[in-house]
């Protein structure tokens, strides 16, 4: 494989509404010190998927508004990537001598959790609404940090109230939240200066964080899109170096996630930074700034195919007991790569099965190609077989090097209980490329591998699962 082409796409299959989620993790204790330390690892991963099982399906999703003058507003939307917040998990974990490992089960029942979810978002919505009430005269200096108490506020609400509207068959009735998000942007907006420079931008709000130690820091993205641009590439690097002290190397150092989004307005860039705790799932600190299209003039701000994102996040495979997920050793969301960068990739299933690689270059005019997973020949290089013995722990597909051609990129990765054989695409090797290329476009070949769900009569029952990531990779700055 010539690119650290890598980077995959597994969507977690899914449960429907009112339906409990279960998930199950193991953790190597030789990577920690101390067996309490392999338990909570083990722990935090059942936390991850479980979360990752409701992300996914909602992410594509998002709320926007209007002010008076018809112009559309900034998306205030905090949907952060397998960290939110979960109430009433019921966990179980047994430490195994034989492999110096400990396994937990999870599980999330909806009707045990929806009261508490509820009275949440009851509480954060009276919040919210009594500050904003408090705040509607003049706004002085000594009140910014009430706003951003506020902006805080408002993007936890927006967590609960996801969590909330995933479980339950109705949502969350906040019919002032829109007008709540608006009015916040504009008051910073007023607030705010327009920067001219995205350091400092960076700098405004690094100088908050200062308490926190342990941050995992990821490029901000653009609105229903995973692909990190170039402006996002920069931000992100300002941002790790105005916290360099703070940090974490590895997501086992973190206990912090720092994410954001940004979104152009026409005369520049509203960018929107959420501080999370990684073991509640809860959002510490927001703010918002705006900068000045002139900070941001030569670099890329809009993803390059948002119709096909929006194609491939609007076909998971239906729910079933089957669940696949993807990580590298650098995470699995906002990933960014520069030239020479090694990248490990990891695919863990909850049961025995067989998956295959399908890749999609980012490209307007992009392409689609299955990926090879091993040295064998035809068909079956492109499929790997993951044992019982081998469940729910993360097996290693390789180690890649980033090289040219840069860009974005996505891999779909589909996976099954059952054989694969003529559910597996067909191919065309393309010598001017090297890849093994499927169908005559990205469309047609999403089609092909959704054909999985399609089940025979009189048919062994098949299960399948998806996951999805991307990255982008460039030269390095």
Same mark, same amino acid.
């Given at each position: 494989?010539?690119?650290?082409?890598?980077?995959?796409?597994?969507?977690?299959?899914?449960?429907?509404?009112?339906?409990?989620?279960?998930?199950?993790?193991?953790?190597?204790?030789?990577?920690?010190?101390?067996?309490?330390?392999?338990?909570?690892?083990?722990?935090?991963?059942?936390?991850?998927?479980?979360?990752?099982?409701?992300?996914?399906?909602?992410?594509?999703?998002?709320?926007?508004?209007?002010?008076?003058?018809?112009?559309?507003?900034?998306?205030?939307?905090?949907?952060?990537?397998?960290?939110?917040?979960?109430?009433?998990?019921?966990?179980?974990?047994?430490?195994?001598?034989?492999?110096?490992?400990?396994?937990?089960?999870?599980?999330?029942?909806?009707?045990?959790?929806?009261?508490?979810?509820?009275?949440?978002?009851?509480?954060?919505?009276?919040?919210?609404?009594?500050?904003?009430?408090?705040?509607?005269?003049?706004?002085?200096?000594?009140?910014?940090?009430?706003?951003?108490?506020?902006?805080?506020?408002?993007?936890?609400?927006?967590?609960?109230?996801?969590?909330?509207?995933?479980?339950?068959?109705?949502?969350?009735?906040?019919?002032?939240?829109?007008?709540?998000?608006?009015?916040?942007?504009?008051?910073?907006?007023?607030?705010?200066?327009?920067?001219?420079?995205?350091?400092?931008?960076?700098?405004?709000?690094?100088?908050?964080?200062?308490?926190?130690?342990?941050?995992?820091?990821?490029?901000?993205?653009?609105?229903?899109?995973?692909?990190?641009?170039?402006?996002?590439?920069?931000?992100?690097?300002?941002?790790?170096?105005?916290?360099?002290?703070?940090?974490?190397?590895?997501?086992?150092?973190?206990?912090?996630?720092?994410?954001?989004?940004?979104?152009?307005?026409?005369?520049?860039?509203?960018?929107?930074?959420?501080?999370?705790?990684?073991?509640?799932?809860?959002?510490?600190?927001?703010?918002?700034?705006?900068?000045?299209?002139?900070?941001?003039?030569?670099?890329?701000?809009? #993803?390059?195919?948002?119709?096909?994102?929006? @194609? $491939?996040?609007?076909?998971? /495979? !239906? %729910?079933?007991?089957?669940?696949?997920? +993807?990580?590298?050793?650098?995470?699995?969301?906002?990933?960014?790569?520069?030239?020479?960068?090694?990248?490990?990739?990891?695919?863990?299933?909850?049961?025995?099965?067989?998956?295959?690689?399908?890749?999609?270059?980012?490209?307007?005019?992009?392409?689609?190609?299955?990926?090879?997973?091993?040295?064998?020949?035809?068909?079956?290089?492109?499929?790997?077989?993951?044992? #019982?013995?081998?469940?729910?722990?993360?097996? @290693? $597909?390789?180690?890649?090097? /980033? !090289? %040219?051609?840069?860009?974005?990129?996505? +891999?779909?990765?589909?996976?099954?209980?059952?054989?694969?054989?003529?559910?597996?695409?067909?191919?065309?090797?393309?010598?001017?490329?090297?890849?093994?290329?499927?169908?005559?476009?990205?469309?047609?070949?999403?089609?092909?591998?959704?054909?999985?769900?399609?089940?025979?009569?009189?048919?062994?029952?098949?299960?399948?699962?998806?996951?999805?990531?991307?990255?982008?990779?460039?030269?390095?700055?």
């Amino acid at each position: 494989m010539k690119r650290v082409a890598l980077i995959a796409l597994f969507t977690l299959a899914l449960p429907t509404q009112g339906a409990t989620l279960w998930a199950e993790s193991q953790a190597e204790c030789g990577r920690y010190q101390g067996r309490q330390a392999c338990r909570d690892a083990a722990e935090q991963a059942v936390l991850s998927s479980l979360s990752k099982q409701i992300f996914v399906q909602v992410e594509s999703n998002g709320d926007s508004f209007q002010n008076s003058d018809g112009v559309a507003l900034f998306q205030l939307q905090s949907r952060t990537h397998s960290n939110l917040p979960l109430i009433g998990v019921s966990q179980q974990c047994d430490y195994h001598s034989s492999g110096n490992l400990v396994s937990c089960s999870g599980s999330l029942n909806p009707d045990d959790a929806l009261p508490s979810y509820q009275q949440r978002i009851q509480q954060l919505d009276q919040q919210l609404t009594q500050g904003v009430a408090d705040l509607k005269g003049e706004l002085s200096a000594a009140q910014y940090e009430k706003l951003l108490t506020l902006l805080t506020v408002q993007q936890q609400l927006e967590q609960f109230r996801l969590v909330h509207d995933f479980f339950s068959p109705q949502p969350a009735a906040l019919p002032a939240l829109p007008q709540q998000q608006s009015w916040l942007q504009t008051r910073l907006a007023r607030y705010n200066d327009t920067l001219p420079s995205l350091e400092m931008a960076i700098e405004r709000i690094a100088t908050d964080l200062k308490p926190y130690q342990g941050i995992l820091v990821r490029p901000p993205l653009y609105p229903h899109s995973q692909q990190v641009t170039e402006a996002a590439q920069r931000i992100g690097g300002l941002m790790t170096a105005a916290l360099s002290g703070q940090v974490a190397t590895t997501s086992e150092q973190a206990r912090y996630l720092l994410s954001g989004s940004y979104q152009t307005n026409g005369q520049g860039m509203d960018l929107l930074y959420n501080l999370v705790e990684l073991d509640s799932g809860e959002v510490l600190h927001s703010q918002l700034v705006s900068v000045m299209a002139k900070a941001y003039a030569g670099l890329e701000t809009e #993803p390059a195919s948002p119709d096909f994102e929006r @194609l $491939l996040y609007a076909g998971y /495979v !239906e %729910p079933s007991a089957l669940t696949v997920d +993807l990580q590298t050793n650098k995470g699995s969301r906002g990933l960014s790569f520069a030239e020479g960068e090694t990248v490990q990739l990891m695919v863990k299933l909850n049961r025995s099965g067989y998956f295959y690689v399908l890749g999609h270059t980012g490209e307007a005019k992009g392409f689609s190609y299955l990926l090879e997973l091993n040295d064998e020949t035809g068909p079956h290089r492109f499929q790997h077989y993951i044992g #019982p013995e081998q469940a729910n722990k993360w097996v @290693l $597909l390789g180690e890649f090097e /980033v !090289e %040219p051609p840069f860009g974005y990129e996505m +891999l779909q990765v589909i996976a099954s209980n059952q054989p694969l054989g003529t559910a597996l695409p067909a191919t065309r090797y393309d010598p001017d490329t090297g890849y093994h290329r499927v169908g005559d476009n990205r469309e047609q070949a999403v089609s092909q591998t959704r054909g999985l769900k399609r089940k025979q009569q009189q048919q062994a029952e098949v299960l399948t699962a998806e996951a999805v990531i991307s990255f982008t990779s460039a030269n390095r700055l």
